[in-house]
């Protein structure tokens, strides 16, 4: 076949692509209104990742598997919008790592609501002002979000996904500036920390100013010139930067860790995540006591950090990751025989587990 050719059988392709993603959004549509007759959630994450799992399983190229989520992220999120358009709060402004991070999992066609605190992220989701909220809860090599764990304390939100995210940070300066130039570098406290090395080595003479986000950080680069900034590519596109160095992170692998908070946790699935607040008891092995049941049971743990309680000095509470759901028969036996051990114990959602990266 000639390019000519070609180019008409792609055609031919894309015509029935395009069919057969109509169809598609008919069902979805059906879908809808079957669930509005049951009063079931619009939004099933798990859903989503049960499809993705089967495409990539059965795909047989050379269509890269790889490039499967995307695709049908953006096929998802275009449907879903036919139902009801999905608002998500995040950490703002736009540009920031969280509302790439919302655009991952949500896709474009989804209403994006900037917030300027985690708190003010929880609380638009809890008045009804967001179906949704991202926030960052820790990152590969920084460690935990306090400020999320905190707010989770005094909330009843659940988590009913996790986002996995590599964070690309660059440095961005006003076109024209050299990085020799550079007096002054702008950036979230963690994007300074997860590139401490990197900026002694290469601008020691500069000064490190925190933002409140790493666009916020590329906004006022934008006004110095003198000035740089730590943040994302996207960051650079938004505020008319220039990339002047690319991957700057100490760590090749950086990756932030966001959970998607709503009113509902998610539906079992196999590979699932539980994330669980207690509050112990002032008692002499009261955490071996907690953390028994689980090992018993042969449940895992995949994360165990504590947090002042802030009703009274010296007193802590203490988040729990662990593998599996909480209708498992094992994790729900583990939790039961835990609160004998806790003045509190409040399981903030079931999920499933996000794609290694």
């Known amino acids: 076949m000639d390019l000519a050719a070609l180019r008409s059988a792609i055609d031919g392709v894309d015509d029935e692509l395009l069919k057969l993603l109509n169809r598609r959004a008919e069902l979805v549509g059906q879908v809808a209104q079957l669930k509005e007759r049951m009063q079931v959630p619009f939004y099933v994450p798990s859903r989503e990742r049960q499809i993705v799992d089967r495409l990539a399983a059965a795909n047989a190229g ?15 999120s275009a449907c879903l919008s036919l139902e009801k358009t999905v608002r998500v709060a995040y950490l703002g402004p736009e540009a920031t790592y969280t509302h790439m991070a919302v655009k991952r999992q ?12 985690i708190a003010g992220v929880f609380d638009e989701v809890t008045r009804g002002g ?34 996995l995210l590599e964070i690309h940070h660059c440095l961005l300066v006003r ?100 994330s ?17 049941p689980f090992a018993r049971r042969g449940v895992n743990l995949t994360k165990i950090e504590s947090r002042p309680s802030r009703r009274q000095h010296w007193q802590y509470v203490f988040f729990i990751d662990v593998d599996g759901h909480g209708r498992d028969e094992a994790v729900a036996a583990a939790v039961e025989e835990a609160r004998e051990a806790c003045t509190a114990l409040k399981v903030l959602g079931s999920y499933p587990r996000a794609e290694s990266i």
């Open 62 to 76: 050379p269509f890269p598997t790889e490039a499967i989520r995307p695709v049908f992220q953006e096929i998802f």
């Open 106 to 117: 949500f896709g474009l066609s989804a209403r994006a609501i900037p917030v300027g605190t």
């Open 130 to 163: 967001a179906d949704f909220g991202v926030v960052p809860v820790e990152n590969s090599s920084e460690g935990v979000v306090s400020h999320t764990l905190d707010t989770f304390v005094g909330s009843d939100l659940k988590i009913s996904a996790e986002i």
């Open 175 to 274: 076109a024209g500036v050299e990085v020799g130039q550079i007096e002054r570098v702008y950036s979230h406290p963690q994007g300074l920390a997860q590139c401490r090395r990197w900026l002694a080595a290469n601008l020691p003479r500069a000064a490190l100013i925190e933002a409140a986000s790493t666009s916020e950080a590329a906004r006022l680069a934008r006004e110095d010139a003198a000035g740089g900034a730590v943040a994302s590519e996207l960051a650079a596109r938004l505020h008319d930067l220039t990339v002047a160095r690319r991957s700057i992170a100490d760590l090749a692998h950086n990756v932030t860790r966001f959970l998607v908070i709503g009113e509902k946790q998610a539906e079992p699935t196999e590979r699932d995540r539980t």
């Open 276 to 292: 669980i607040l207690v509050e112990l008891r002032n008692e002499p092995g009261v955490l071996l006591r907690l953390l028994e």
